[in-house]
């Protein structure tokens, strides 16, 4: 029987990483396939040359057993390829039917709309779904995991031989899981292949006939289900020893720096509390989606609880502006470096005196010999490669840009530092020296929190973690108790 | 039906509310307001900023604006009355000015699309442009129209309604229909929208917007057609700020300036709120500056609620 | 960007430049009068209002907005000041226009800064609400100052034979780059206009700057009006009409992105320098004025357009 899909030695590069490095991965009719690994290991990527998003720099896909080049979603698209996406793609005004077949609608011969052909075929494929939305409800009106429905819609409609799903349950309750499932297994039964992406080992394990684990962009192996288990597959997609990768500051811990209880925030986590002291690194651990930026980002001020306190070194203080925060010591690297990180437009020198312009001015004036020697001193401190102060971020790698951003914060001297994804997308060596700085800054008594979706990275880091899952704390480790079994456990299995 | 809902409802429907209250406003205060004959004259009014409205609501939709038709529906007035002067049948006048402004709307899509600039700065080189144009063609003199039967053209009246009137009803509901019921017209929300999404899903995006660019210059080159018959003049400044007006009534109609979201029906209800602004204020006898200051504050007002709007759909997202 | 041009700025100028000399070397032949200094400084004379009111716009501008009201800002605020002539005095007069003229800008600001609405439809909106203030104001009908005395100075006095709405205009414009570009205020407009949320995570209020922004539109508004009133020494309803599509036609002609995060305030004044030796030139030439429109179109278009492609140029490099 030959693969429906057949993937050989495909890479790809971005400027200052290497995403896919010789990827093979086959695909069988009939087959829900786990294509697994950690942020950054290279899925996301795979996916998106396959949805015909982006072109592939080398190998190639065979589909049926044919050579093909995709070039647009489009073209993936007739060849019965689906991508469906994690975040959704649809047009709030437009009805569910219309949303479904967006780009194909059946119009007769001057271009109008056969609506009632149109809504029939949609009906017949949320039917075969057991979806019991309209084909003409306004998709904007629909829930989350409805219109999730409305996006699955599509493998019928398009009838999909190969169908990627991303996450899929990630907004789902469980009873639309199963639901999903019972899906799953129906395009099983008619020989549709399924790449299927998730974190959730649980699910994995459920529905899955195989797994691919790829780290670092380099296809670990492929396992049959049936005969493996969780701690096989959380080996593979961590692959190697921890302590060679990162450097764990010394446990010299001071006084508190920071303690929250009660936190809460409707829509985004509820009743979170912690505290983090001088000297100490605290990971915060969970999946996308789980709540921790939308926590830290109430500590920094961007948005505000709805109810908890807060102590700042042994006080109690109100909730701060940004601006407040800042000036008392809380700095916060977001998430998205590109948008909430940097100005790419503007230099280096501008980005890194940003959130102390004051400071750097006397009655307003910019004092540009200053911003010239922090300048300079956090270039070199860091080792940012860089062709000139005024050079704009946009043309510098990820690391560099990331490390533009450390150093916004740390010529501020913060008291409380709060690093948000530090090293998403940056390549091995930034990844590490990142690392390198965390440790030295908790040595000199800095408290940091480390929020990221990489495992060995936390684990590599912290000195004590928190997880957090469905907008939850669901955990929390020191000492021997951080492995990488627990913390899935705890975010994976959650009993929410 | 939720709180959340009937919010959304009232919302969605506030121009028609708006409507009711100014119409209910002006009939208190003034006897003539409330005629055949005044409703009528509120119609033909309404005409010539909703034919452009038209056009700038399919625009917007897509997440562009168009600044430049009323300078286009200057020089297709300038056109259709100055080529008959020299001598062109009357319905060949006519038919230049309309190519004129289909043909610039087309010319500002296609820079918009093949620049990937902003069509506020194109249209705003347009609007400069296009009056420049008016101005070489006029020489900066007011046109008169040589053949008085050509006024004759629009004293059709269908009881109170004109033909104006209904010539303007008519494109509105019938590029209502296109946005309900044809291929175009669905997408131009699905382009609005997303422009990604729609173009991995198919959509040829330029050559939609391409598209609604050209409709908007054709529905000002006959917005600009019907104001010479109906004045017999072509003035080298007419439609000056029309472009704002436009713009007020349809926001005040609900589109969302980022696109994806209005409909014509809810246009034509801005449209008619301004026309019995300005129609009631008149039979007030008020000056023309509390017009303009009225104007103005509504649609300051229309923008809260169009933000107002634009929350409770990020909330019903994320719900 | 904010201290020097990047290569595709500068690429895209030169190509502005050689046409530009390009064209004054036509007009200079067709026109010899073109390039005598009585010309040149009667060139700057008549940009200099323009001029300054770009100035504060460009702050709008670079912070990522509009301001379209400036045209009837500068009708109502001419209106005011020569009207206030003849009540308040000079002096009084002078200080009145400027208040008002903040006063506009910090109601733009409000709208747009701290409630966060369409800057577009804002200024559109004001630019009606101004018009008629300035008709109400009126009363339709000119106004005059009946007796001019040391007012006359800033729009038709001369110092060291340069006219003194041109030394004005230069002055307030070294303040303004000043202001831009080495002040805290003038990063916080780069960075608001750059990536707001970036802003927002450096502890900068976008609302604020924002704010402050329109606040200089309306105070160089202000100044525009002090300069047109003691030119003419009259106003009537429709003086500033059109000024906002000349203000904004020399920004982006001078290079800033209407997209915010880039430009300088040294660009806005090249720009409508630009403009105000083509509109010259054209006429010396015998062209009727409203040529200046159809070249302006297509100037602008060809400049922005040039300027897209070279960045892209860049970001595929």
Known sequence: MTDLLMIRGVSKRFPGVQALTGVDFDLRPGEVHALMGENGAGKSTLMKILAGLQPADDGEILHRGEAIALRSPLEARERGILLIHQELSLSPELSAAENIYLGAWPTNGIGLLRKSELNRRAGEALKALGCDVGPRTRVGSLSIARKQMVEIARIHAFKANVVILDEPTASLTDAERDQLFATIRDLKARGVGIIYISHKMDEIFTITDRITVLRDGIVQGTLTTSETDADRVTQMMIGRKLDAFFSRAEERFGEEVLRVEGLGRRGDYHDVSFSVRQGEVLGLYGLIGAGRSEVVESLFGIRGPDRGKLWWQGRETAFPSPRQAIDMGLCLTPENRKEQGLVLGLGGRDNIVLPSLKAFSRLGIMRRSREQAVYLTYRDLLQIKTTGPATALRTLSGGNQQKFVLAKWLCRKPKLLILDEPTRGIDVGSKAAIHALIAKLAEEGLAVIVISSEMPEVLGVSHRILTMADGRLTGEFSGAAMTEENLIRAVAHHAA | ?319 | MSWKSGAAAGLRQGGLWVGFVLFMAIVAINAPAFLSPGNLLDVLRQVSITGTIALGVTFVVIAGRLDLSVGSGLTLLTIIIVDQHNHAGPAGAIALTLLAGLAIGAWNGLLVGFLRFNALIVTLAMLSVLQGLALWYSGGSNVSVSSPGWFAVFGRGTWLGIPVPVLLMLAGAALAAFLLRRTAFGRAVFAVGGNETAALFSGISPARTVFLAYLLSGFSTALGAIIMGSRVMGAQSTIGQGYELNVLAGIILGGTSLMGGAGSIWRTLWGVLMLGFIQNGLILMGFPFYAQWLVTWGVIIAAVWIDLAAKRGRMLA
């Open chain 2, 1 to 319: 039906m939720n709180g959340t809902t009937v919010r959304r409802l009232a919302a969605d429907h506030y121009v028609w509310m708006l409507l009711a209250l100014v119409c209910v406003f002006f009939a208190l205060l003034s006897p003539h307001f409330l005629t055949a004959f005044n409703i009528g004259n509120v119609l033909t009014q309404s005409a010539f900023i909703g034919l452009l409205a038209i056009g700038m609501t399919l625009v917007i939709l897509n997440g562009e604006i168009d600044l430049s038709v009323g300078a286009t529906l200057a020089l297709s007035a300038a056109l259709a009355i100055g080529l008959q002067n020299s001598g062109w049948p009357t319905s060949a006048a006519i038919a230049a000015g309309l190519l004129a402004g289909t043909a610039l709307g087309f010319i500002n899509g296609a820079v918009v699309v093949a620049s990937g600039m902003h069509s506020f700065v194109v249209t705003l080189g347009a609007l400069i442009g296009i009056r420049g144009l008016v101005f070489v063609y006029t020489k900066g003199n007011a046109l008169l129209v040589e053949d008085f039967t050509y006024a004759d053209l629009l004293e059709v009246h269908v009881g109170p309604v004109s033909l104006t009137a209904i010539i303007f009803l008519g494109m509105l509901a019938f590029f209502q229909w296109l946005l309900s019921a044809s291929r175009h017209g669905r997408e131009a929300y699905a382009v609005g929208d997303n422009p990604e999404a729609a173009r991995d899903a198919g959509v040829k995006v330029g050559r939609h917007k391409i598209i609604n660019f050209t409709i908007s210059g054709f529905l000002a080159a006959l917005c600009g057609i019907l104001l010479s018959i109906r004045l017999g003049t072509a003035e080298p400044q007419a439609g000056r700020i029309w472009e704002l007006w436009t713009i007020i009534a349809v926001v005040l109609g609900g589109t969302r300036l980022q696109g994806g979201v209005g409909s014509l029906w809810k246009t034509l209800g801005g449209v008619l709120v301004l026309a019995v602004l300005q129609n009631g204020l008149r039979l007030l006898n008020t000056p023309n500056h509390v017009e303009l200051i009225v104007m103005g504050v509504i649609l300051m007002i229309a923008l809260g609620i169009d933000r107002l709007m634009t929350l409770l759909r990020a909330r019903e997202r994320t719900a």
